[in-house]
């Protein structure tokens, strides 16, 4: 870990976007996740670390109930944002995704042009009301994702005709279309070589100017990089939860230490 870059950023807010309070979840009887408690900040970099198999992609699925896609997987407890609970009835889930999107491990982008892939959220949310505003949504989200430039001049070819690390950033630029207020990211940058993922880790650092950014990383240096928060998970249980420099230099439990010194994982 002495190569680590430990960067000291200030944390801008303490707003808190994201409430979990006794969260539970099972996989058919399989208890997955015990008792989570933890208040996700607004315009911050939070990230889950652990060993694997510990839980960390489990509840950032709660975070959008994508959850709710897995037939055997029952989620308890209260998760709520900006103070309405996420798992109430009349929360519409599509809706949910619109505001808390989410970009997976492996690039996935649609089998449909450039274009398309970041219009299509705009188009299915009715965010915009003419070409010329889905255009401007579309390229605004491609410089968001920084992008713009290196595909400009073929909007119409498919998206899956572009670089790994390309794809990652279309997904961003994909998930960023709708304007979420949150960003879950599952492991972005697993996929990628060293120049996309520095790419990447650049865009998550602008993007949390303008909302929360949840990220699931195997890389305790990219935690550290990217990050002002970071929870550590082990067997299912949130041990350890608070700023990133912290629970790097001066963690609190001794099964976090021997997490980021490589004694467990
Ligand atoms: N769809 C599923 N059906 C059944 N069990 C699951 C499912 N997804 C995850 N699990 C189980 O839940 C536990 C937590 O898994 P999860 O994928 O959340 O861990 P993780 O920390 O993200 O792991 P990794 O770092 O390997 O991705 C594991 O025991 C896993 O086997």
Known sequence: MNDMRLVERDVDTSDIKITARGVQVYYGTAH?????????????????????????????????????TIDSCRVEGLISMDNEDIYDKRVDPV???????MVFQKPNPFPKSIYDNVAYGPKIHGLT???AELDEVVETSLRRAALWDEVKDRLASPGTGLSGGQQQ????????????EVLLMDE?????????????????????????VVIVTHSMQQAARVSQRTAF???????????????FTNPRDPRTESYITGRIG
């Open 32 to 68: 997955a996740l015990k008792d989570v408690d933890v208040d996700i900040l607004d315009k911050t970099v939070t990230a889950f670390i652990g060993p694997s198999g510990c839980g960390k992609s489990t509840f950032l699925r709660c975070l959008n109930r994508m959850n709710d």
């Open 95 to 101: 809706q949910l995704r619109a505001k808390v999107g």
């Open 129 to 131: 009301r003419s070409k």
């Open 169 to 180: 950033r279309l997904c961003i630029a994909r998930a960023v279309a709708t304007n979420p």
């Open 188 to 212: 972005p940058c697993s996929a990628l070589d060293p120049i996309a993922t520095a790419q990447v880790e650049e865009l998550i650092d602008e993007l949390r100017a303008q909302f929360s």
């Open 233 to 247: 998970f082990h067997l299912g249980n949130l041990v350890e939860y608070g700023e990133t420099g912290h629970i």
